[in-house]
């Protein structure tokens, strides 16, 4: 069974870049047909979904995020990252990474992150 993990700081300066880090344990990220994605979770809001690896490399991101956003991964480790650049205070959220293969997804715990001075 695959299970995700993330990884970060918790508490980001505003204008810096927010960096997380999702290892992958019980499966490859270069299984064919896997997506590897980061959704985030504001206070109070619903779920967003911000970008995805797929298991080929290739990248697709969510086009309000899109210019401030990059997700890469290391295939050596295991992991796929997220950068999100000039972060605000409305960037604050619960981060999670998530895995789908043919219907079936899981999911990290999710980590906080607070964008604060």
């Known amino acids: 069974q695959v299970q995700l993990q993330e990884s970060g700081p918790g508490l980001v300066k505003p204008s810096q870049t927010l960096s997380l880090t999702c290892t992958v344990s019980?499966?490859?990220?270069?299984?064919?047909?896997?997506?590897w994605s980061w959704i985030r979770q504001p206070p109070g809001k619903g779920l967003e979904w911000m970008g995805e690896?797929?298991?080929?490399?290739?990248?697709y991101y969510s086009p309000s995020l899109k210019s401030r956003t990059s997700i890469s991964r290391d295939t050596s480790k295991n992991q796929f990252s997220l950068q999100l650049r000039s972060v605000t205070p409305e960037d604050t959220a619960v981060y999670s990474c998530?895995?789908?293969?043919?219907?079936?997804?899981?999911w990290g715990q999710g980590t906080q992150v607070t964008v604060s001075s």
């Open positions: 690896i797929a298991y080929d490399g290739s990248t």
């Open positions: 019980g499966g490859s990220i270069t299984t064919s047909y896997y997506a």
């Open positions: 998530n895995a789908v293969r043919w219907g079936r997804d899981y």
